[in-house]
């Protein structure tokens, strides 16, 4: 099943408008909209946060989920375009298997991750073995070692820096700009993966790759530093918020990205699916296309317990990106009509 792209490329300005909800204690969510309550203009750079907060539907016992969705219909659509137009620009071709096959695209990418602890005097210090422990969740996910595809990921620690500073500790977006520009190091090709509280009930945020090029001082993912493998939030300890934002770093949309409707998430291996998942709902199924919900996928919203996979179209997809928007020595180019890119806004996905 091969999914379109019809949508034009300037639905990226589309302002996000998503309703705001009231905090749920019960039911944290990987991260939420962005969008100021008058839906101004979606600024440059825009991204996606998840984390603690209520989501749109509660799951078993009224589980958290891991944020809530901050793209339209129009504006995925139009990222996923932006990829094919790059894509077609530079290599001749937007069919990611065929480019894979002519050895266009890399099958295997090592990322350089530059880790940066905020804190607040004590709070929030983590050790090397916690960034150790995340490194090594990385790998275990992007390698298919959980029970998924091997997207042909590997991600390399090079640098680790603490700062004690307890208003980029509190409110990581509110002082994204000004945190980043000052600790971020590096190039498109390079992971600058911050550890801080959560905000406004969010527990992590991205930026997409479509966003790069017009806007690389706020380039990164942040997440909240209790999300670390062993970290002491239930549902949400096992170091996969981490996961989940730099599958949207990477290029993923969520799975239940346009619910049931064309192009969902713009991977033909990802069944469609109406809504994110909450908890883990086995043998769950809410769209008429084939397949039940990918409720285990990394690019959803279930527990981190549930989570365990990306599919072979997910890492095909990763690939294309990296090779369009982050591949060492390649020069910036932007599509006559492309905008910055949508904000990777935690849901449930």
């Not at 307890?166 to 409110?171: E, K, M, P, S, T």
Request: charged content about 25%.
């Amino acid at each position: 099943m091969r999914r379109g792209f019809a949508v034009s490329l300037c639905a990226l300005s589309v302002t996000f408008c998503v309703a705001s909800g009231a905090a749920s204690e019960q039911r944290p969510v990987r991260g939420r909209a962005l969008a100021q309550p008058a839906c101004p203009s979606a600024p440059p750079g825009a991204r996606v946060a998840t984390g603690p907060g209520a989501g749109p539907e509660a799951g078993p016992g009224g589980g958290p989920d891991r944020d809530r969705p901050g793209l339209g219909a129009g504006q995925a659509t139009a990222m996923l375009d932006d990829l094919r137009g790059v894509l077609r620009l530079r290599f001749g071709s937007d069919d990611e298997q065929r480019l894979e096959d002519a050895r266009r695209v890399a099958r295997h990418i090592t990322v350089p991750v530059r880790l940066h602890v905020v804190t607040a005097g004590a709070v929030g210090r983590l050790s090397r073995a916690a960034l150790d422990r995340q490194i090594a969740t990385l790998n275990d996910a992007y390698g298919g070692r959980r029970g998924g595809a091997d997207t042909g990921v590997r991600f390399k620690l090079v640098a680790t820096d603490v700062t004690d500073n307890a208003a980029w500790f509190r409110a990581p977006q509110r002082y994204e700009r000004p945190m980043k520009a000052a600790l971020g190091r590096g190039g498109a090709g390079t992971l600058n993966l911050y550890t801080a509280a959560g905000e406004d009930d969010v527990l992590g945020f991205s930026t997409f790759p479509q966003a790069y090029a017009r806007d690389p001082g706020i380039d990164g993912v942040v997440v909240d530093h209790r999300t670390l493998p062993g970290g002491p939030l239930r549902h949400f300890g096992r170091g996969y918020t981490a996961v989940h934002e730099i599958g949207h770093w990477l290029g993923l949309l969520h799975t239940f990205e346009n619910g049931c409707e064309e192009p969902g998430d713009g991977i033909a291996d990802t069944p469609y699916e109406a809504r994110p998942a909450a908890a883990c709902p086995a043998g769950r199924d809410s769209c008429e296309q084939p397949g039940y919900d990918p409720v285990h996928n990394f690019m959803d919203y279930g527990w981190d317990e549930c989570m365990r996979e990306f599919t072979g179209g997910q890492g095909r997809r990763i690939r294309a990106a990296w090779a369009a928007y982050r591949a060492p020595g390649r020069k910036s180019l932007r599509l006559p009509l492309t905008a910055t890119g949508a904000r990777s806004v935690g849901g449930d996905r």
